[in-house]
């Protein structure tokens, strides 16, 4: 199996040659994990499949809180730690406050079959496409995008060396015939970096009649290379339309 990347020069001063950037497919999900279990094992239900790793969830959390290292499988190892520089030993004071954190060590045996069975494969870094790993708008809230509050797209390579953005992309999920391009000009730009693109809509956008609270959609970033080149897009992420103030 083919892992992408590309080759850039390397940012660090004073440092010559090149350093391989990888290119990331979208992240699976706990549903999506659940959908290709399931496939790969007909004699297992996706909720039986969900039950068990939200069981194992919990399982592996209660091990932790008892201070012990859990091994999953020949996978990961997972260890709770204590971290913390102490001006004394009085835990009352604030600047002596510990914090705890997990650390996780992907096991010898694992890593050996992945490595033999990966196959890195070089790319052009100009046929590298934007990625689009997660979307949240309103309140912050994962999977919502708000006609009236900030909306935020994370992702990697968001603003491409060879490639302008031209806007989004919106796609009603149960009927693909309905979309609309929302261009630049229709969108107020907060923030525009490789990793996150922060906008909110615009007055200039008028919602299209089936563009209503609730609607499920797909939304895509779209580039065009050069000025007279042919817009792409972006992998989808799916979003739920919301045009009211707070959860409304």
């Known amino acids: 199996m083919a892992i992408d990347f590309f080759l850039v020069k390397n940012p660090l001063a004073g440092k010559k040659g090149l350093i391989a950037q990888t290119v990331h497919g979208p992240t699976m999900t706990l549903a999506g994990m659940v959908e290709r279990m399931a496939a790969a094992n007909a004699g297992l239900s996706g909720p039986e499949i969900k039950g068990v790793l939200s069981l194992l969830e919990e399982t592996v959390m209660t091990a932790l809180l008892e201070g012990r290292s859990v091994e999953i499988g020949e996978m990961l190892k997972l260890t709770p730690v204590v971290t913390g520089v102490f001006a004394g030993d009085d835990l009352r ?19 050996r079959r992945f490595q033999n069975r990966a196959r890195p494969e070089k790319r052009r870094a100009a046929d590298v496409k934007p990625l689009i790993v997660s979307l949240a708008g309103g309140e912050g809230e994962a999977g919502i995008l708000h006609a009236y509050y900030p909306n935020s797209l994370e992702g990697e390579r968001l603003k491409p060396r060879h490639g302008e953005l031209v806007g989004l992309q919106l796609v009603r999920k149960e009927r693909p015939s309905d979309w609309v391009s929302v261009g630049k000009g229709e969108l ?21 009649g089936w ?26 992420l799916p979003a739920v339309w919301r045009d009211g103030g707070g959860k409304g």
């Open 188 to 208: 107020s730009v907060q923030r525009h970096t490789a990793y996150r693109f922060a906008f909110h809509f615009s007055s200039r956008f008028v919602p299209p």
């Open 211 to 236: 563009l209503t609270p609730g609607a499920e959609l797909l939304v895509s970033l779209e580039y065009r290379r050069g000025k007279a080149g042919q817009p792409s897009l972006t992998n989808s």
């Open 93 to 111: 004071k604030a600047e002596n406050k510990p914090e705890v954190r997990i650390t996780c060590r992907v096991l010898p045996e694992y890593l």
